[in-house]
């Protein structure tokens, strides 16, 4: 099984003057996952297998899906159990959308944060402007949380709404 190794570094030529951090490397160990763990790797391979053959646009080549499940595994603290937010086509996106939808992202991305700070993961389009924010919500107490997510909430509705 691939596991990725975060910030880690054995060898008579490796050498860090920051203890590795931001470095990531895959390893393969065949006898260091559970039955369900690898029971759960290959269920997702055989729906990306599955997307790829019907449709390759439903199967993004990014998802990093082995990474994305061992990083929840690790911060497991964080609930990601609030439901999506789904919208009709003429349905107006009201302010309690898009804070859950904010709070999701915001979770989603705490929880694939690896334990040196950084994401291992791709971050691109609308996504990539939410770890910043994930990170400045530790730092931030009470009302200067609320003023940081005020930007990302007027760009929500602007995408949604333009009139807004």
Same mark, same amino acid.
């Given at each position: 099984?691939?596991? =990725?190794?975060?910030?880690? #570094?054995?060898?008579?030529? =490796?050498?860090?003057?920051?203890?590795?951090? #931001?470095?990531?490397?895959?390893?393969?160990?065949?006898?260091?996952?559970?039955?369900?763990?690898?029971?759960?790797?290959?269920?997702?391979?055989?729906?990306?297998?599955?997307?790829?053959?019907?449709?390759?646009?439903?199967?993004?080549?990014?998802?990093?899906?082995?990474?994305?499940?061992?990083?929840?595994?690790?911060?497991?603290?964080?609930?990601?159990? +609030?439901?999506?937010?789904?919208?009709?086509?003429?349905?107006?996106?009201?302010?309690?959308?898009?804070?859950?939808?904010?709070?999701?992202?915001?979770?989603?991305?705490?929880?694939?944060?690896?334990?040196?700070?950084?994401?291992?993961?791709?971050?691109?389009?609308?996504? *990539?402007?939410?770890?910043? =924010?994930?990170?400045?919500?530790?730092?931030?107490? #009470?009302?200067?949380?609320?003023?940081?997510?005020?930007?990302?909430? *007027?760009?929500?509705?602007? +995408?949604?709404?333009?009139?807004?």
């Amino acid at each position: 099984m691939w596991k =990725l190794k975060i910030a880690k #570094g054995h060898g008579p030529y =490796l050498f860090s003057t920051d203890k590795y951090i #931001g470095r990531q490397i895959w390893e393969f160990d065949p006898d260091v996952v559970s039955t369900e763990e690898r029971a759960a790797v290959e269920k997702a391979r055989e729906e990306y297998n599955k997307k790829f053959k019907n449709d390759r646009a439903q199967a993004l080549p990014c998802s990093d899906l082995l990474m994305r499940m061992q990083l929840k595994k690790e911060n497991n603290n964080i609930d990601l159990s +609030i439901p999506p937010v789904r919208l009709g086509e003429k349905e107006e996106v009201a302010y309690e959308a898009a804070t859950i939808a904010l709070r999701k992202a915001i979770r989603l991305n705490c929880a694939i944060q690896a334990r040196d700070g950084h994401w291992a993961a791709e971050n691109a389009g609308p996504m *990539f402007f939410t770890p910043p =924010l994930a990170s400045a919500h530790s730092c931030f107490i #009470g009302k200067h949380n609320k003023t940081d997510t005020k930007p990302t909430m *007027f760009h929500i509705y602007d +995408i949604f709404d333009p009139e807004f």
